[in-house]
T-cell receptor
């Protein structure tokens, strides 16, 4: 069974540019969450999508946005890039909660490492 | 703020058991304890989770105290490949807004 797939794995951008990252969840998973990981702030929640709707949003500026498609694939976009946006962006997918043993644990992809110059 | 407290680092000899503690004194009744680990520059990997009973799978064992205020992840026979940052998280079912603390950096030494 294929895991969570993120593309591209590595990319370099310059300040002011925008970037789009893609995430394909595990087959059957309808929830996709995005996280940012930096050395200074650690892992931080960005947003979550379920059935093409944003369900939760973390404390990030409006330059960070996302969407989810009908096939559950998700994209996130960062506009007007800043040096501080350099990070590992992680996507995670999960199944719905179903009883005490399927609690919808998250499965993460390998991430997209963004460097902003 | 993270809902869990973990030691920042630990060492373990290869082949010995690694016991990683976690405090979660404010855990709610419906929150589970989850453990993930992150090997350098990779995505976090799910290890195990539990509510109040001890749990075991092919990777590890999870021991949760009776009052549920703390837990211990046990890697029974640590190998060099277990060197990673281990995160303990409390999470309600279906809640994907996870709050990660700093985790414990486990170094397995030959």
């Amino acid at each position: 069974k294929a895991g969570v797939t993120q593309t591209p794995r590595y990319l370099i951008k310059t300040r002011g540019q925008q970037v789009t990252l893609s995430c394909s969840p595990i087959s059957g998973h309808r929830s996709v969450s995005w996280y940012q990981q930096t050395p200074g702030q650690g892992l931080q929640f960005l947003f979550e999508y379920f059935s093409e709707t944003q369900r939760n949003k973390g404390n990030f500026p409006g330059r960070f946005s996302g969407r989810q498609f009908s096939n559950s694939r998700s994209e996130m976009n960062v506009s007007t890039l800043e040096l501080g946006d350099s990070a590992l962006y992680l996507c995670a997918s999960s199944l719905p909660v179903d009883g005490p043993y399927r609690t919808g644990e998250l499965f993460f992809g390998e991430g997209s490492r963004l460097t902003v110059l | 703020d993270a809902k869990t407290t973990q030691p920042p680092s630990m060492d373990c000899a290869e082949g010995r058991a690694a016991n990683l503690p976690c405090n979660h004194s404010t855990i709610s009744g419906n929150e589970y304890v989850y453990w993930y680990r992150q090997i350098h520059s990779q995505g976090p990997q799910y290890i195990i989770h539990g509510l109040k009973n001890n749990e075991t799978n092919e990777m590890a064992s999870l021991i949760i105290t009776e009052d549920r205020k703390s837990s211990t992840l046990i890697l029974p026979h640590a190998t060099l490949r277990d060197t990673a940052v281990y995160y303990c998280i409390v999470r309600a079912p279906g809640d994907n807004m996870l709050t990660f603390g700093g985790g414990t950096r486990l170094m397995v030494k030959p």
